[in-house]
C-alpha cells in the first residue's frame, strides 16, 4: 500500500484526525473505488472518443448510424 498527500481544508483534516481507525479505513476504501470508478469512466469516454474518431473517418454518419440503429430496432420487433 502507498500514502499519498491530499490537500483538505483544516477542518476536514481535524474530522478525519477524530474518526476511529476503523472508520479512516472505510473511508480510505470508498475514496480508492471512487477514485477507480472515475478512472474508469474516463477510459470509456476515451475509448468511445476514438470509437466514434475511426467510425467518421470510415464514413460513418450520424445518419447512417440512425438508418442501421432503426433497421435493427425493427428487425427486433418483427421477431
Not at 3 to 17: F, G, K, R
Not at 34 to 53: F, G, P, V, Y
Amino acid at each position: 500500500m502507498q500514502n499519498i498527500l491530499l490537500p483538505v481544508d483544516p477542518e476536514t483534516a481535524q474530522n478525519y484526525q477524530d474518526i476511529d481507525l476503523e472508520t479512516q479505513q472505510e473511508l480510505l476504501l470508498f475514496l480508492a473505488a471512487e477514485l477507480k470508478r472515475k478512472l474508469q469512466i474516463k477510459k470509456l469516454h476515451n475509448s468511445m472518443d476514438t470509437l466514434s474518431a475511426e467510425a467518421q473517418a470510415n464514413g460513418l454518419t450520424p445518419e447512417i448510424l440512425a438508418s442501421i440503429l432503426a433497421e435493427t430496432d425493427d428487425e427486433e420487433n418483427s421477431n
